[in-house]
């Protein structure tokens, strides 16, 4: 189900109750929205960011920023762990070119004053960034990759396919946070929960194992209003069978339209 609905939906969600389980760092604005628009929110932040498991390693790469060509940032979180600690090592490298991968990470990169050079215009994935002209041919160039723990691989093999140099730099960590479950696990089996929103799948991952063993069976057929088509496939695959609603990308506002087009439709 992909929604069209205005931003502008006051009220549109009077008496209903919605769960966002974005980090709690993050949650604030979205949660504002849908309480705007008549919405009871629980905040259930199912992924709590940390520091990098070796901030020296960092540091390291912060001081020679000099040396590369592009910088890529693939989410709003490694924004907000690198940006400040790189300006206050001196002005960024006029030469170094930033990539973010999708809108939440270039309105990330603006708040810190330095405008993404490179964002795709849709689809706010990694197959998408690799289609932007500037990361074409990539003969003796050096990208830095500043991500979290793990993740895809994707990205940087197809860089290094395509001639780049590539360098990761883990700017955090993401773990699940010891969350007690009976906050949202009360108001599911009493079916209160009008829809869960999540945007990432280590969130639904990470929501499930919260809830597990007990609440699972009530989470499962929980509808929910996900950030990405894999998002969707992964739920299907955990065995959620509610009502799935894919926003057209984990922006706030898709995501508020996403909602709207759910609960009103």
Same mark, same amino acid.
């Given at each position: ?79 907000? =762990?690198?940006?400040?600690?790189? !300006?206050?090592?001196? +002005?960024?490298?006029?030469? /170094?070119?930033?990539? #973010? @991968?999708? $809108? ?68 955090? =960590?993401?773990?699940?946070?010891? !969350?007690?479950?009976? +906050?949202?696990?009360?108001? /599911?089996?009493?079916? #209160? @929960?009008? $829809? ?70």
């Amino acid at each position: 189900m992909k929604p069209q609905v205005p931003e502008n939906a006051a009220g549109a969600l009077a008496g209903r109750h919605l769960v966002v389980t974005r980090p709690a760092a993050q949650a604030g604005p979205f949660c504002a929205r849908l309480v705007a628009a008549g919405a009871k929110v629980t905040r259930f932040p199912v992924i709590e960011i940390q520091g990098p498991n070796d901030p020296g390693r960092l540091g390291a790469v912060l001081d020679a920023l000099d040396d590369f060509d592009f910088a890529v940032f693939v989410s709003a979180n490694a924004v907000q =762990r690198v940006l400040p600690a790189a !300006l206050a090592r001196g +002005p960024w490298p006029a030469r /170094l070119q930033v990539a #973010a @991968i999708g $809108a939440r990470t270039a309105r990330a990169l603006q708040e810190h004053g330095r405008a993404a050079d490179i964002v795709p215009e849709s689809r706010f994935d990694s197959e998408a960034l690799l289609q932007e002209p500037a990361l074409q041919d990539l003969s003796g160039r050096k990208v830095v990759i500043f991500r979290g723990d793990g993740g895809r691989e994707h990205l940087a093999e197809t860089l290094r396919d395509r001639g780049a140099d590539v360098t990761y730099a883990e700017a955090y =960590r993401r773990a699940i946070p010891d !969350l007690d479950p009976e +906050p949202l696990e009360g108001p /599911l089996k009493a079916g #209160a @929960i009008d $829809a869960i929103t999540v945007t990432s799948g280590e969130s639904l991952r990470n929501l499930v194992a919260i809830l597990e063993p007990r609440g699972r069976e009530v989470l499962l057929r929980t509808p929910l209003v996900v950030g990405a088509t894999r998002v969707a496939e992964l739920a299907g695959e955990l065995g959620f069978h509610g009502t799935i609603t894919t926003a057209d990308d984990p922006t706030d506002a898709a995501m508020f339209r996403a909602v709207v087009a759910y609960l009103e439709g």
